[in-house]
């Protein structure tokens, strides 16, 4: 059989796997090592051990799993996600997320990790020409004015056009990037360099 490499995670609560699959699963299409994995989620390391361990690279792991198999998780930390759910405790060595966070800081805070752990490594996150060439440079100004949070009248006012002339973009950038989303709109501007993701 043949198995594909896998980002796991594993959480208890089958409410926070179906969460955190639906957010990989948005942000896969616009990382570059993400396109060729399967997002596999597990509700216990039981479950997680019985499937096909060794084909995970990648770890979003909750936080009383972490703490319960140290001796796996330690020595893969680099690949490692911690979900927390607000306690303010730190996992040495490991990155955490608080998973309670509203969805626009969750995406923000996956994105700055992407972010930060390429520039760390010397590389600068790739975007894909293909996909920046998508939009107009007026629906890039739009979508860069919704992911920060402005209302239709905001945008419209910002951009000295029209209010019907705003809706008429955003239908626009729905259809091209294929989704009425802003969490995947957000996804796709940062990775396509249409806003910085410190602007969020």
Do not use: W
């Not at 179906?18 to 896969?28: G, H, P, V, W």
């Not at 994995?37 to 690279?57: G, H, K, L, R, W």
């Not at 909750?62 to 998780?73: G, K, S, T």
């Amino acid at each position: 059989m043949n198995h594909r490499p896998k980002i796991a995670v594993i959480h208890p609560n089958s409410l926070c796997c179906l969460a955190m699959r639906t957010i990989l699963t948005d942000i896969a299409p616009f990382v570059g090592m993400f396109r060729e994995v399967d997002i596999a989620a597990y509700n216990s390391m039981e479950e997680f051990m019985d499937d096909t361990p060794d084909m995970a690279i990648h770890y979003f792991i909750a936080a009383e799993i972490l703490v319960d198999n140290m001796p796996y998780f330690a020595p893969q930390q680099r690949r490692c996600i911690v979900l927390t759910e607000g306690e303010q405790q730190t996992y040495e060595g490991f990155h955490t997320i608080d998973i309670r966070r509203p969805e626009r800081e969750l995406l923000k805070a996956f994105l700055t990790m992407h972010n930060t752990a390429h520039t760390a490594h010397g590389v600068q996150p790739r975007i894909n020409n293909e996909d920046s060439e998508l939009l107009s440079q007026r629906e890039k100004d739009v979508l860069a004015l919704i992911v920060k949070g402005y209302i239709n009248k905001e945008i419209a006012d910002m951009l000295n056009i029209s209010t019907p002339t705003v809706i008429f973009h955003r239908r626009n950038i729905s259809e091209k990037i294929g989704s009425k989303s802003i969490g995947r709109q957000t996804i796709y501007a940062v990775m396509n360099g249409i806003v910085d993701f410190r602007e969020l």
